[in-house]
């Protein structure tokens, strides 16, 4: 269980990795999206390389969380130091960002996986505006100033 795990955490990371280098270049070749689209643009990306490896999803299933959240071999991206500093060259001010992102890989996971692997409830491409919505409000919500939108009880 223990090398499943890690080498999930490797290939979950190398997709962050692979999906930020994505983004870098599209940003130099044609214009610098802000934050809440950086992070619709990497989720996309992902999406389309696991509807393209359904193995690869199938292997991680639904710990996609894992490249970001265990332990990073040394030769893996470290998206969760990528992802601040995405934060720091932005004009967001984020509350606990570490629980937003992970909300967001964590929704994105599991609704992935529905849609790719059980086409539940719908297709893939049908679910992305609704997914990508969802995630925008996250962010929101998230955002310095949002404080008010946050529930009074259980807090």
């Not at 969802?134 to 939108?149: A, L, P, V």
Request: overall charge negative.
């Amino acid at each position: 269980y223990d090398i499943r795990n890690k080498l999930i955490s490797h290939e979950s990371s190398k997709l962050f990795g692979k999906a930020k280098t994505a983004l870098d270049e599209y940003q130099i070749q044609t214009k610098k999206v802000d934050f809440i689209d950086q992070i619709i643009f990497i989720v996309d990306y992902i999406i389309n390389e696991l509807s393209q490896n359904q193995s690869l999803l199938a292997f991680i299933s639904k710990n996609l969380s894992w490249g970001i959240f265990k332990n990073v071999a040394p030769e893996d991206v470290n998206f969760q130091d990528v992802f601040y500093k995405m934060i720091d060259e932005s004009d967001e001010k984020i509350e606990n960002p570490e629980i937003m992102i992970f909300q967001i890989i964590e929704l994105v996971s599991s609704t992935a996986y529905s849609a790719i692997i059980n086409k539940e409830p719908v297709d893939v491409e049908t679910l992305k505006p609704y997914l990508y919505q969802t995630i925008r409000t996250i962010i929101i919500n998230h955002q310095s100033g949002n404080e008010k939108y946050l529930p009074k009880f259980g807090i």
